[in-house]
């Protein structure tokens, strides 16, 4: 009796809590929840006639009020993002840039200024505002005129005014604002928050778990097709003929069916042979494989050979043991398999694929190719040992490489993660700064700005600045944080690249296809006639009122991708600092890193996301920047089983640590400026020209001096008796 009766006390509480949760705030000021809807998810928007057809709209709740209705924040979060945008059609978005004043009138001036904004566009363009909130989801609401800036990351709560009702999109004639929510990157119900009746319709799952040969072929044929269209350099670093034999050969392995799963792994693989760490699966994995317990033993390769480098206790004896089989496959050959699964690293850098070897048998091998975590194993002395997999009765294997994950995943030893960046003084004349992310809000940039300052102020002569592990971010944020430490203007990107700069036939409706008015309006065309170019290096400067001038250590490893890449090359360029550990991941000389749009392969579901520009960062290759390569350390520090089990610490910053002490730094001698390869090409073409110039020169003074000389002659014979 009692148990029922605590249970009845729990379901009337769980109805109380139901019933008394908060529905969302009506943004329109004024006016109660479901007055003035417009369009509902579902509905069509625009009329279906012989040239256009009406438009879906999947799931977003459309809302007029008259012009210039103050627009109120519907609930309590953050800012997650501020953007000034502009729709070419209902599902195509161009985001022209982020929001540059509160005064819309002065926004237009700056549309303006761009040859291909319309008066339609400028009267469309609105502010698009995203809000955080804490269980994660985010709320976006676009067709607003700005009344004030905001920061990404400050605290908003309900109630607060966002701007006033504008101008959405050109198909809609009223004045209206959109509201859509987003929920671990899918599209969520934006109507029974406000407590109405929904027309959302949740979008479905692809639950196919097998695969024909003819599905498989046909996704693979219209990814490439994709890639080709849209991906600037595809072809970079692989061969189309190699790229094409690869494909072949693995079309002809998959026989009659293939599992959804493995389908996924062999997209994975392709797409690591374009070398490009940019270009990825970004739907959720449906790779099935062990039960997740690895084997008892983890082999890895260290220096070009495959060890036994942890186990469980009662194998401790095998620990650094050469292995030159596993399953019957010999090393070398294992190695060349793993290698395929090296697909976030870019151009021909090394460092990670010396990362995916030192994880791959247990990663990729057992869990994915074999499938299983018992092991037959062969060592140089002969013996053959099969070792099981684990038991959740085992102990973890010993050395254990938890600290060096942990750092990894940026969490700490109970899981939480971590901040963004943390800073600590070593000493009264070393600093440590971690940056695990240029991904920061910009309050985090204002706290970042704050500790360069205090860098200043407390005469601080070396910086560690730690971006081992960051994976980049915003090319803003990364360019605005190294303006503190540059010393002399710094050039962020030479051109930028693209295939077409608009109708890419592939893609439809999604952001990249923008008509004429695309985002690649200025592109000029290649002199090969394979794309377009915008020619227009980008300079920034040092930071005029916040610029550290100490010595500067950077830690980089395999991990160090994309922006901490161009900072790190930044550095080691303009002789700033010097660069500490390993190969960054990302290539130096150039990445598609811009103007992502996705693609879905139409019979796996399999969502990829493709980069459509290439952006330039220099053209000198030399035994410093070497040309596919990461940006090589002036101070390298090789992988080891210290380094991995936190032995002794952490050895990287250690080890920069003792160079600060022997007083270590720069030891490149900058030479004569190097003529870039932009140059070397115009060289010849000005030198043309100043040589016809010269030549004319000279025949016009040869031609007045021939002409006097023969009025002087005349002369001479005319006074002769």
């Not at 004639?173 to 934006?190: M, R, V």
Request: hydrophobic share 35%.
């Amino acid at each position: 009796m009692r148990k029922r009766f605590q249970f009845f006390i729990l379901l009337l509480l769980a109805g109380n809590f139901a019933v008394g949760q908060e529905t969302f705030l009506w943004p329109i000021s004024g006016k109660q929840a479901g007055e003035g809807i417009l369009y509902r998810p579902q509905d069509y928007i625009g009329v279906a006639d012989a040239q256009t057809q009406a438009e879906l709209n999947f799931g977003d709740l459309i809302i007029g009020a008259p012009l210039g209705t103050p627009v109120l924040c519907p609930v309590d979060g953050k800012i997650h993002s501020a953007l000034l945008g502009y729709r070419n059609s209902w599902s195509c978005s161009l985001i022209c840039f982020a929001q540059q004043t509160g005064n819309y009138e002065q926004d237009s001036l700056l549309f303006l200024e761009w040859d291909n904004m319309t008066q339609e566009k400028i009267h469309n363009t609105s502010l698009w505002v995203g809000v955080q909130m804490s269980d994660g989801r985010i709320l976006y609401i676009d067709g607003i005129r700005p009344t004030r800036l905001f920061k990404t990351g400050e605290k908003i709560h309900r109630g607060d005014t966002l701007g006033t009702v504008g101008y959405l999109y050109k198909k809609i004639k009223q004045p209206c604002i959109c509201i859509s929510i987003s929920k671990n990157s899918k599209a969520d119900d934006p109507m029974t928050p406000f407590g109405l009746k929904t027309t959302f319709i949740p979008p479905k799952a692809n639950n196919k778990t097998q695969l024909t040969y003819e599905e498989a072929q046909v996704d693979i044929d219209s990814m490439m097709l994709a890639l080709e269209d849209a991906f600037p350099g595809l072809y970079d670093y692989t061969p189309k003929e190699e790229f094409d034999t690869y494909i072949k050969n693995k079309l002809a392995a998959i026989g009659e069916t293939i599992s959804r799963s493995d389908f996924e792994v062999l997209i994975f693989k392709l797409l690591g042979k374009i070398h490009d760490s940019h270009t990825a699966i970004i739907s959720a994995p449906k790779v099935t494989g062990t039960s997740g317990l690895p084997s008892s033993v983890c082999l890895g390769w260290f220096n070009d050979t495959l060890q036994v480098w942890r186990t469980v206790p009662r194998y401790k004896d095998y620990l650094g043991k050469t292995v030159v089989s596993v399953n019957g496959i010999p090393a070398d050959s294992l190695r060349n398999i793993l290698l395929e699964y090296a697909a976030f690293s870019d151009g021909y850098v090394k460092s990670y694929g010396d990362y995916v070897l030192l994880y791959g048998v247990d990663t990729y091998y057992c869990r994915q190719i074999a499938k299983d975590a018992n092991l037959m194993v062969t060592f140089a002395d002969g013996e053959t040992k099969r070792f099981e997999q684990m038991t959740r009765k085992v102990p973890y294997r010993e050395p254990q490489w938890m600290e060096y994950q942990y750092r990894q995943y940026h969490v700490d030893k109970n899981g939480k993660m971590l901040e963004h960046f943390e800073y600590e003084k070593l000493s009264d004349s070393v600093a440590y700064l971690t940056l695990r992310t240029f991904e920061l809000d910009d309050l985090g940039q204002e706290q970042l700005k704050g500790i360069f300052s205090n860098l200043i102020s407390d005469s601080i002569s070396n910086l560690i600045l730690d971006l081992r592990f960051n994976h980049g971010g915003p090319s803003a944020s990364v360019e605005g944080i190294y303006a503190y430490l540059a010393q002399k203007p710094f050039c962020t990107s030479l051109r930028k690249i693209v295939n077409k700069k608009n109708s890419y036939a592939c893609f439809g409706s999604c952001p990249v296809d923008n008509g004429e008015d695309g985002p690649f309006a200025d592109y000029k065309p290649l002199p090969n006639g394979e794309g377009f170019v915008l020619d227009e290096p980008e300079w920034r400067n040092p930071d005029s009122l916040v610029n550290y001038k100490g010595r500067l250590y950077v830690l980089t490893n395999e991990t160090s991708f994309s922006a901490s890449t161009c900072f790190a090359g930044w550095v080691k360029k303009q002789n700033r600092g010097v660069i500490v550990g390993r190969e960054t991941g990302s290539a130096y000389h150039q990445m598609k890193a811009e103007n992502f749009t996705q693609y879905v392969l139409p019979n796996s579901d399999i969502a990829i996301q493709i980069p459509t520009i290439k952006v330039v960062f220099d053209t000198v290759v030399n035994e410093r920047f070497p040309y596919g390569r990461g940006v090589l350390p002036d101070y390298p520090v090789n992988f080891t089983p210290e380094e991995l089990s936190f032995a002794n610490g952490d050895s990287i910053l250690n080890y920069t640590q003792q160079l600060i002490r022997e007083g270590k730094y720069i030891y490149y001698i900058e030479p004569e400026p190097e003529k870039t390869s932009v140059e070397e090409e115009a060289l010849p073409f000005r030198w043309w020209w100043v040589a016809i110039g010269v030549a004319a020169l000279a025949g016009i003074i040869a031609m007045v001096r021939n002409n006097s000389l023969s009025l002087s002659q005349r002369k001479d014979k005319e006074e002769q008796p």
